[in-house]
C-alpha cells in the first residue's frame, strides 16, 4: 500500500476506533471484489483499504505509524483468490440462477434467446453439469446389491439401485440425476463413486471370495458336515475326514455375482482350532497317543 | 478438497461450515460423510467470512447478499453468451 493509510480510508489522523471501523465497511463494501464482480479495479482499492484499516485498527502498528517509526508498506494481506473469479469463468455453477431474468418467458434461458435471435437450431444445447458423489457401501451390500438411499447436501434423497458384485472404486451413472441445464437442455448426470468397506471374515478377490473356516480337532479327523458362511447366505459344506489347516474347499457358483447371471467361487481355507478352554480329556488320550509318525518338521531338517 | 483441508485453508470452525451447507450458502459435492470442496466453494466460503466478519453483516443479510449475488452472476453469464454469439454471427455474415 503506496500513501498515507488515513487518506485512503478518507479519515482524520485522531479518528476513533469505531469511526474507523465505519470508515472502513463503508468502502470495503463498495469495493469488495466478489461485489463488484465486473470492475477489474476493485480489487486494487480493496487490497489498498483492506491494508490501511489492518495496519490503523492496531493500535500498536497505529502509534508507530504516527511517529513515522514504520510506514504504509508491506501491509498487504496476502492474495486472496475471490468467488467472483470462478463465479465469472463463463459457466454456470451450482449457485448460478437464472431467477434474475426467469420473467422473460421465452427468453428464460440464455440458450433460448441465442436460439431465438439467430435461428441456430443446430447449436448444442449444453447439459446441466454432472454431480460426483461419495457413497459408502458394506461388504455384503455391494456383492447382493439392492436399493440404497443416498443424503445430498440440500436434504433431499437419491434412490441409488446398486446392481450385484458391485466393485470398490467402481463408478455408477445415475443418469439425469445431476444439476439441470440452465439452457433448457437435459440434466446432467449424478456420478456415485462406491467404496465397499471390508468385511470381519470375507474378503474378495475379483469374482470370488475368500474364507477362513475355524474346525474342530474331531471335524478335522472324522469329518462333518459344517454351516459355513456364504454371501448369500449360510450353506452346509462336508469337511473331508482327515482335512488339515490350510486344505482348501471350493463352493462353486456361491462366489460374486456377475452381470451375465454367473456367479464366482467361494474358496474356504479350513483352520483347526483348539477348544478355547484346556479340555483334560483331550489332553488325556492326545497324551497316551503314541504317533507312528516322525516330526511334522523333517521337510525343514529339524 | 475435504472439509479438514478446507478448514486448513480458511481457518474456519467445521460447525460453521457445517450450518452453511445446511442453510445451502455451500453446495459441497458428495455426501455428508465425505464432502468435496471445490476451489470455487473455498472462494465463496472466504467471502461470506468476509461478509460476516469484515462488514459485520447478519445471517439474513448474507442470504440476501448470496441471492443477489448468484442472480447477479446468472445474469453476468447470460450477457457474456449473447456477446460470444454476437461475434459469431457477424463473423458468418462476414464469410
Do not use: C
Request: hydrophobic share 35%.
Amino acid at each position: 500500500m503506496a500513501g498515507d493509510p488515513y487518506a485512503t480510508l478518507g479519515v482524520k489522523k485522531d479518528v476513533s476506533q469505531a469511526d474507523l471501523q465505519k470508515a472502513y465497511r463503508r468502502l470495503a463494501k463498495k469495493h469488495h471484489p466478489d461485489l463488484n464482480p465486473g470492475n477489474s479495479s476493485a480489487e486494487e482499492k480493496f487490497k489498498g483499504i483492506t491494508a490501511a484499516y489492518d495496519l490503523l485498527s492496531d493500535p500498536e502498528k497505529r502509534a508507530k505509524f504516527d511517529r513515522g517509526e514504520i510506514d504504509a508498506s508491506g501491509t498487504e494481506r496476502p492474495h486472496q483468490r475471490y468467488y467472483r473469479d470462478f463465479a465469472d469463468q463463463g459457466d454456470w455453477s451450482g449457485y448460478t440462477t437464472s431467477s434474475g431474468f426467469a420473467d422473460f418467458g421465452d427468453f428464460a434461458s440464455s440458450e433460448d434467446i441465442l436460439s431465438e435471435i439467430f435461428g441456430r437450431s443446430s447449436r448444442a444445447r449444453r447439459r446441466g453439469q454432472d454431480v460426483r458423489y461419495h457413497l459408502e457401501l458394506s461388504f455384503l451390500d455391494a456383492i447382493n446389491g439392492g436399493k440404497q438411499s443416498l443424503v445430498l447436501p440440500d436434504g433431499s434423497n437419491l434412490e441409488v439401485n446398486i446392481p450385484p458384485g458391485t466393485r470398490d472404486g467402481q463408478t455408477l451413472r445415475l443418469k439425469g440425476k445431476g444439476r439441470p441445464a440452465a439452457s433448457g437442455g437435459p440434466p446432467g448426470d449424478a456420478l456415485i463413486e462406491v467404496s465397499v468397506l471390508p468385511h470381519a471374515y470375507f474378503k474378495r478377490k475379483g469374482d470370488d471370495i475368500y474364507l477362513d473356516l475355524p474346525i474342530s480337532i474331531k471335524e478335522a479327523v472324522v469329518g462333518a458336515k459344517v454351516a459355513v458362511p456364504t454371501p448369500g447366505g449360510t450353506i452346509a459344506a462336508t469337511v473331508p475326514k482327515w482335512s488339515n489347516t490350510g486344505r482348501v474347499l471350493r463352493l462353486r457358483g456361491r462366489g460374486v455375482p456377475r452381470p451375465d447371471g454367473s456367479k464366482g467361487d467361494e474358496y474356504v481355507t479350513l483352520k483347526i482350532v483348539l477348544p478355547k478352554k484346556p479340555d483334560p480329556e483331550l489332553e488325556g488320550f492326545v497324551a497316551r497317543w503314541q504317533p507312528a509318525e516322525e516330526s511334522p518338521r523333517q521337510s525343514m531338517g529339524v | 478438497m475435504e472439509m479438514r483441508q478446507l478448514i486448513e485453508r480458511t481457518h474456519l470452525d467445521p460447525q460453521v461450515v457445517n450450518t452453511w451447507i445446511e442453510a445451502e450458502w455451500l453446495l459441497p459435492m458428495g455426501v455428508r460423510t465425505g464432502f468435496d470442496f471445490s476451489e470455487a466453494d473455498l472462494a465463496r466460503a472466504l467471502f461470506i467470512q468476509d461478509l460476516k466478519v469484515d462488514f459485520g453483516v447478519n445471517d439474513e443479510g448474507i442470504a440476501i447478499v448470496l441471492h443477489l449475488l448468484d442472480q447477479l452472476h446468472g445474469l453476468r453469464s447470460l450477457l457474456k453468451n449473447i456477446r460470444t454469439a454476437d461475434a459469431l454471427a457477424f463473423g458468418r455474415d462476414d464469410g
